[in-house]
């Protein structure tokens, strides 16, 4: 089974990506923040992380570009999930090292198609 | 709704656009056309019917058409579709074309033009080897609203989300407030046009690959036979038909053949089951 780390502020929007992705077969866990995110990328490295941009603590951005810093951390496909939908962040993301990106609001159909894309499904 | 109304408008439909109507979709009658009756100034369906049968007016009949289309679309629709046409495709066509370096598509129902698009970002991928090649791409929908919408090339936030990689997004697209708009040069290389897939198709020409997908479905069995028997006039004895996932020629056309293993891709009859590659 393959795992996604669920990171984002918000428990209800946790609780809804957890639910799409456990439906899609992923196994998940959850982080609030960048640096919660570290220590469990530190712990066991996922597969998957889904990401929310703004976030107290540690902002998504952040935890990516250290992310890709630590050993083992080129592995996981990190999509980016987040209400920031203009082209500058994108653009941002994706130099820093994102594979994919979803402008919230999202539905099923978007979180499965964008980790096909990834090569996750 | 009265008998005699949704009986007029289902032959109605069905001489005009192909499209079958059972009675268990009468609500869909409801729900589409009652914004079409409001535009005309009329109380209900009943009026609309009787304005119909009385004037017979097209501009009416054509918004009443059009309205029950379904338009449903999405960029690299199935995803198969277009690796298919990256790996078999397209690889036969550069050689086989590589004479007079000219490839003609058909995107033969193209809805709000998510399907000329895909194939034409796919193209752009490929680059360097279509250098000197002139591709065209004809798309036509029987819908005036798809057609226009297909050519401004506007998408909402949703509706690029739905198929299209990020990087295709930043790369062929830009952003106009809250939606996003696919680049000037790349609208500007497709033809977008008004076609009713009933009518005579010669004058559109002959196409190297037609795709026509999830259109037949709302078609009867001698409909779809008559469609894809003059698609296949259109065709070289090289040439490739899509149909959409829950489609098939098997017993409807003898013209075409299923492409050996290549779900959803057709060729004609006569022609070699695999293309040389
Ligand atoms: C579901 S969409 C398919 C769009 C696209 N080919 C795809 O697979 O995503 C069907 C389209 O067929 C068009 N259509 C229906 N009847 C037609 C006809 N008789 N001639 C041309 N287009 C037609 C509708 O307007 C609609 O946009």
Known sequence: ?121 | MKVEDFDMFSVMLKQRSGLVLTKDKAYLLESRLMPVARKWNLKDLEELAGVIRTRKDEAVIKDVTEAMTTNESSFFRDQKPFDQFKAVVLPHLLQARAAKKHIRIWSAACSSGQEPYSLLMLMAEEGVKLAGWRIEIIATDISSEMVAKAKAGIYTQFEVQRGLPITHLVKYFKQVGDKWQINEDLRSKIQFREFNLLTDMAPLGQFDVIFCRNVLIYFDQPTKGKVLDNMAKLLPPDGVLYLGGAETVLGVTEKFKPMEGQRGLYVLTGAPARVAV
């Not at chain 1, 951390?73 to 994102?98: M, R, W, Y």
């Open chain 1, 1 to 121: 089974m393959k795992s996604c780390l669920v990171v984002d502020d918000s428990r209800v929007v946790r609780k809804v990506a957890r639910k799409i992705l456990e439906e899609l077969g992923f196994a998940c866990t959850e982080a609030e923040d960048g640096r919660q995110a570290m220590d469990a990328c530190a712990a066991h490295m996922p597969d998957a992380v889904l990401l929310d941009w703004n976030m107290p603590v540690m902002t998504g951005i952040e935890f990516l570009r250290r992310l890709r810093k630590m050993t083992g951390g080129q592995g996981p496909k990190v999509i980016f999930c987040t209400t920031e939908n203009d082209l500058a962040h994108i653009q941002e993301a994706l130099s820093a090292g994102a594979n994919e990106y979803i402008m919230k609001p999202f539905d099923s159909e978007i979180i499965q198609t964008k980790f096909q894309q990834v090569g996750l499904l």
